[in-house]
């Protein structure tokens, strides 16, 4: 399984990671950085359209291989945010996706708007290292950490200033996320099952019936057109992420606009 796969890599990185850390040099440098920009305050209250977007920097996925030959982050992530994108996720793992941590750092050197690191978070010091290299959220996994683990990694996140989009994809794993002492602001509902890459939108429709007021709904994966925007608006959707349809498109500034309207577009409508 896919994703079996991923987290038994990621422990060696971890323990590469661990090897070299040090909690009172982080903490120090930490302290010397500007503080976070709002990810979930600009992805809901500060949208620009009538549903808040995460646009995604990927290169590649291990379902789909090597999504964009002509990669360049940094033009990427400048492009999204010119076309009004209202946060950008930032893959940082190595071997499925074929991101960088330095993709991170250079992204967040370009452009002023919140991101997300975008990973699989199974130890605390990746939190830290998400801090250290400019990003303004975590994405936490329900399907790779334990209630312990996600009521420990949101504590650390929220003292830290980041925001965290705890993310699930069965009624499960959201039943047990609603449970936590720690209640994230942002659920992240992957329309794509971890283990078998399989998607569909509906997943997005069946959960968010069960989420609580005062939790903002993101959907995320196998969103490919305009049609697919007005159905997870109409099923209560507040924001989306997007990254492959945006990935294979030549322009990806005039793909933000087709899959969401010009900035504004629908503001007067928002719910």
């Known amino acids: 399984m896919y994703l079996d796969k991923i ?8 323990e590469v990671l661990r090897s070299g850390f040090s909690l009172g040099t982080v903490e120090k440098e930490i302290s010397n950085l500007p503080q976070c920009l709002g990810f979930a305050g600009s992805l809901i209250a500060g949208r620009k359209r009538d549903i808040g977007l995460i646009a995604e920097v990927k290169k590649a996925s291990p379902s789909k291989g090597l999504i964009r030959p002509d990669f360049d982050p940094v033009a990427i992530a400048a492009a999204y ?4 994108a209202d946060c950008l996720s930032v893959l940082t793992d190595r071997t499925f996706f074929q991101g960088s941590g330095d993709y991170l750092r250079a992204v967040r050197q370009q452009v002023r ?8 978070v199974i130890d605390y010091r990746q939190i830290y290292e998400a801090r250290i290299w400019g ?13 312990q683990q996600m009521n420990e990694f949101l504590q650390i996140s929220a003292d830290l200033g980041l925001d965290a989009l705890v993310e699930v994809h069965d009624q499960e794993e959201l039943a047990a996320v609603l449970d936590l002492s720690a209640e994230p602001a942002l659920i992240g509902v992957n329309n794509r099952n971890l283990r078998t890459f399989a998607t569909d939108l509906q997943t997005t429709e069946k959960l968010a019936k069960q989420l609580p007021a005062g939790i903002a709904l993101v959907s995320e994966s196998g969103i490919a057109g305009p049609t697919d925007i007005d159905y997870l608006k109409s099923v209560g959707a507040d924001a989306v992420l997007v990254g492959e349809y945006f990935m294979r498109q030549p ?3 005039e793909a933000v606009h087709t899959l969401l309207g010009p900035i504004g577009y629908g503001k007067e409508i928002t719910r």
């Open 113 to 120: 708007v919140p991101l997300l690191r975008k990973d699989f």
């Open 135 to 147: 990003a303004d959220a975590v994405l936490l996994i329900a399907a790779i950490l334990t209630p």
């Open 81 to 84: 945010e010119s076309a009004g």
């Open 7 to 14: 987290v038994a890599e990621k422990m060696k990185e971890v």
């Open 251 to 253: 322009d990806v500034a």
